[in-house]
């Protein structure tokens, strides 16, 4: 009898540990699951010292102004071989992360739906809107409204106004979805609008561009980093498809 009982406990206890090795193998694999549903599919747009991915705007191959180290962007306007430097691929629903500084006085832009027809458009920002780079201190287009740092440049004023001195680096989002747009600087959502319906209409025939018909149509495009001839920094690039 005794050893009937002893049979019995140690199936029991065989069971018991079945039972426990499958509800730790079944919660492992649930939480694999969910973090590979949760796992956000980022792009890295700019790597270590190589700028692979990019191009001067209208050309094939990046010029010697743009220097990268490190991951780091650097506009270098000393040397006279720059211009707007665009991703080789577009995007069309897109979340952008990155963080910008500008030199003191400085001015860039960060660019986005450009679309790359030179025969058409001499220039990116002929076709994509811009979230205008600038330090507000001391460049002369902060005197001017909605052309200051965080602005839908020329369209709307960034509210609040958040942006870092010159010389400080800036967190800076663009979500860009199905017409919803969204920019973020250090860590406020700063302008919020909808793109390509009558009101946007209404603004772009009210701005500097409404000699240029292709100006804030196109739905899909490339991002672009403006040269405007000052020192500027990027780094930390990042973006996501919708």
């Known amino acids: 009898m005794t050893r009937t ?8 206890f065989l069971v018991a540990c079945n039972d426990t090795s499958t509800s730790t193998t079944t919660s492992d694999s649930t939480n694999v699951m969910n973090n590979d549903q949760t796992t956000e599919d980022w792009q890295t747009l700019v790597s270590g010292n190589s700028l692979n991915g990019w191009h001067i705007y209208g050309k094939t191959t990046v010029g010697q102004s743009w220097k990268v180290q490190d991951g780091e962007i650097f506009f270098d306007p000393s040397v006279k071989d720059g211009g707007d430097i665009v991703t080789d691929e577009e995007y069309e629903n897109f979340h952008l992360k990155l963080q910008w ?26 076709t994509g809107p811009e979230m205008q780079v600038l330090d507000n201190e001391r460049h002369a287009d902060a005197k001017i409204n909605k052309h200051r740092a965080g602005d839908l440049y020329d369209l709307i004023a960034a509210n609040p106004e ?15 979805e199905n017409g919803n747009l969204v920019f973020r600087l250090n860590g406020s959502d700063v302008v919020q609008t909808t793109m390509w319906d009558d009101n946007w209409k209404n603004m772009v025939a009210n ?36």
């Open 101 to 126: 500084k500008i030199d003191s006085g400085g001015n860039s832009g960060i660019i986005f739906y450009v679309h790359e027809d030179t025969s058409k458009f001499g220039n990116t920002w002929n």
């Open 207 to 242: 701005s500097k561009f409404k000699e240029h018909s292709g100006f804030g149509t196109y739905k899909k495009g490339k991002i672009a980093l403006q040269d405007h001839g000052d020192k500027v920094w990027y780094r930390n690039i990042q973006i996501r498809r919708l």
């Open 5 to 12: 009982i002893s049979l019995f406990v140690m199936v029991l």
């Open 162 to 176: 958040t942006v870092k001195p010159a010389g400080e680096w800036n967190d800076v989002e663009i979500r860009a």
